[in-house]
């Protein structure tokens, strides 16, 4: 056994650089769905489908996300970020041929299984395959632009999709429509393999002060130094289970991420509700995209502005974080959706896509911001698997979601179901934040309060302490007392 020093591998930071371009196009060609804007049409009136029943699918399409969110995340740290996106998006391309093709409820439901595998090798793999990029070349600060901008790219491509899909319904057809996406599919698993896989070890790179886990989940000076000669796990024979236990236990004891994955994570699911409604929400007003081809301009018309919500709360992330901070930044997208979920939960009338899309903008803004927290404050070894959990909370709470508001919608009425959702958003969306602010503000001070420390120790060691450096006038307590003034 070679000693504990053994250098880890060098890597050039320029090999790394052009990793953001290819991503970008990734993310580009994931987001060309274009039969987004019909699927649920699709379910409805091609397969005699109700809301009720679409909620039930959509309920199994997210268990199966709960089921394998994490084992996939812990496959993506231990077998690398760039096969997982690859196989997940060769597994899209599968199911939707399954979808397209399906003339029975169990092959439907088995599209919407295949499709759950698929999403959870996405999740977490291409956000932490895109912080280890940045990170390699020297530029986290950037993280949130560069989530931001892709996944806003992902959504623009989405609007784009939408324009193009009513009016691709009523000339090719539900089916026809469906299956051009699988082949836009293995167009984004080609991009997947162009990526360069950076380095998924923490010994890699060097110690961040203010933003590392806290030394409760820091791996031993043994452990960095196995995973640097052999870039494998330490548990005996059983290296993905280990990387799954790694994570729960990383969210666990890091308090600040433990509270905020949760309140994220819900967040994100409830103020999704009204833009996953807006198709049937239309189709209620009498608009059908088979009438005629100026029908389906207008249906794809008028569910773009939910996607281009989206897109736009993706790519005001970082100038959002920039101007409000961590701590301010999370209460007021809180506030800013429940706001404009207010109309909706009064009127019923096609006006009110406009709040859709306010709402929209809102919970797109929330995902990068809170993966860029999240990813400040996680080792590398687990940093897909920490973000699968992530995924996880959001699958569980997204399959509630699905049962119990779109049954509401189904039975009672729209407003009735956006009027539950946003009792949920101002109760327990407010207690969750609450309990994160509490985590936040105690792990922000005692990291303060560390860094001072560390600061100050080396220069009580050069001199001798004057009167003006004990109590309170001393260098450290400056230190702490500026910092402390930060977000």
């Not at 496959?75 to 998006?89: E, W, Y």
């Amino acid at each position: 056994m070679t000693a504990l020093s053994t250098a880890p591998p060098k890597y050039d930071p320029r090999r790394f650089q052009r990793n953001i371009r290819v991503y970008y196009l990734f993310m580009a060609s994931t987001g060309f769905m274009i039969f987004l804007p019909v699927w649920i049409i699709y379910l409805m009136d091609g397969r005699g489908l109700s809301l009720t029943e679409v909620g039930i699918f959509e309920s199994f399409f997210w268990l199966t996300i709960i089921i394998g969110e994490v084992p996939t995340g812990a496959i993506a740290d231990r077998f690398g970020r760039r096969i997982s996106l690859a196989l997940g998006a060769i597994l899209f391309a599968v199911s939707t041929v399954i979808f397209a093709m399906a003339d029975s409820f169990s092959i439907l439901l088995g599209s919407y299984l295949v499709m759950g595998v698929a999403m959870t090798l996405y999740s977490g793999a291409g956000d932490a395959l895109l912080y280890d990029t940045l990170r390699v070349i020297g530029r986290t600060g950037e993280y949130e632009r560069h989530a931001g901008r892709s996944h806003g790219l992902f959504w623009a491509m989405m609007v784009l999709a939408t324009a193009i899909g009513g009016p691709a319904a009523y000339f090719l057809g539900y089916s026809a429509t469906i299956l051009i996406s699988a082949g836009i599919f293995l167009v984004s698993a080609t991009m997947a393999l162009l990526l360069r896989e950076p380095p998924r070890r923490e010994s890699y790179f060097p110690p961040d002060p203010l933003h590392a886990p806290p030394s409760a989940v820091r791996h031993t000076a043994a452990d960095l130094a196995h995973q640097g000669r052999t870039g494998t796990r330490t548990s005996a024979g059983l290296p993905v289970l280990h990387e799954m236990i790694e994570g729960f236990r990383i969210v666990w004891n890091n308090r600040p991420v433990r509270f905020l994955v949760p309140f994220a994570a819900i967040l994100i699911s409830l103020f999704d509700v009204p833009r996953f409604l807006s198709q049937p929400y239309v189709a209620q007003h009498g608009l059908d995209p088979l009438a005629g081809v100026t029908d389906g301009i207008i249906w794809s018309a008028l569910l773009i502005p939910g996607y281009l919500g989206t897109m736009l709360g993706m790519m005001a992330a970082a100038r959002l974080i920039g101007s409000l901070g961590e701590r301010r930044t999370f209460p007021t997208l809180l506030a800013f959706g429940a706001l404009f979920m207010i109309p909706l939960a009064i009127w019923n009338h096609l006006g009110l896509l406009g709040a859709i899309f306010m709402v929209s903008i809102a919970q797109a803004a929330i995902r990068p911001i809170a993966f860029g927290y999240i990813n400040r404050r996680i080792n590398s070894d687990q940093r897909a698997t920490v973000l699968s959990i992530f995924s996880l909370v959001h699958g569980i709470a997204m399959s509630i979601v699905m049962i119990a508001i779109l049954p509401a919608a189904d039975f009672f009425s729209f407003p009735f179901a956006f009027g539950l959702d946003l009792l949920v958003v101002v109760t327990l969306g407010v207690v969750l934040w609450l309990c994160w602010r509490f985590a936040h503000r105690r792990d922000q001070a005692e990291r303060i309060r560390q860094w001072s420390l560390t600061v100050a120790k080396p220069q009580a060691l050069q001199r001798q302490p004057t009167s003006n450096q004990n109590g309170q006038g001393g260098e450290g307590s400056a230190l702490y007392r500026n910092v402390q003034n930060l977000d």
